[in-house]
């Protein structure tokens, strides 16, 4: 059950060579993804066939292990094009791998940082759970007007000290944040209408049955997120 969402888009860029030019130009070559399953391969696949190609069989999606072992995978050449977040993603286009795609392109809500637990769980806790909420609606806030803190932050957990590759990924992101963290129905229903793809019963899942809207509604009706942020 998700009970919170900091983001629904997907904060990914496709990145690839100069001799690449377009999504079609990937027809017949090989795409690195984190891991087959994960949300970097699902986006891809996206991306895809938004382009009029079919996973597997124009293109092949090829798990390399993470983010930073898929920029390695292309500076190997072991891949023609890799999908990647941030930092990772301007690491590689420094590197010289240029942004084939941006994600955020596409007309596709997606539930990128969410927060989920079980519904037995929630009946028990719900105090905990709003707690944490409330404590993470502040970070983001934090995280998104205090660029120096942030700097620090990505610095000490992403082990990168490139603040050019940092400044770069925190302009990417910030953006995309939101103030009250609702998990979106929609970006349900656009991820069960992509699953349905390759799952046939996601076409008839309800999205309501994945989300608790109450918590995030309990929170902005308490006025918290008006004082962290201001009418």
Not at 72 to 84: D, E, M, P, Y
Not at 135 to 141: C, T
Request: a positive charge; charged letters at 25%; zero cysteines.
């Amino acid at each position: 059950m998700l009970i919170a969402n900091f983001s629904d888009k997907f904060l990914f860029t496709l990145h690839s060579g100069p001799e690449i030019n377009s999504l079609q130009d990937l027809k017949g070559k090989t795409i690195g993804v984190s891991g087959l399953g994960g949300s970097t391969d699902f986006a891809t696949r996206v991306a895809l066939r938004e382009a009029g190609l079919v996973p597997d069989k124009d293109v092949l999606i090829r798990g390399v292990g993470g983010v930073p072992e898929t920029v390695a995978a292309l500076r190997a050449k072991v891949v023609h094009a890799g999908t990647l977040s941030p930092p990772s993603s301007f690491v590689a286009q420094k590197a010289g791998f240029k942004i084939l795609y941006d994600m955020t392109r596409l007309g596709v809500d997606y539930i990128s940082s969410g927060l989920g637990v079980k519904k037995s769980w929630l009946v028990s806790n719900r105090l905990e759970a709003k707690q944490f909420v409330m404590a993470m609606i502040e970070g983001a806030k934090i995280l998104t007007s205090d660029e120096e803190f942030a700097m620090r932050v990505l610095t000490k957990h992403t082990r990168i000290a490139d603040r050019e590759v940092l400044k770069q990924s925190y302009n990417y992101m910030k953006p995309y944040f939101l103030k009250a963290p609702y998990p979106s129905t929609r970006a349900i229903k656009d991820t069960l209408d992509a699953l349905a793809k390759d799952l046939p019963k996601a076409k008839d899942a309800d999205p309501r049955d994945f989300v608790d809207l109450s918590i995030v509604k309990e929170i902005e009706s308490s006025g918290f997120i008006d004082s962290m942020y201001g009418k």
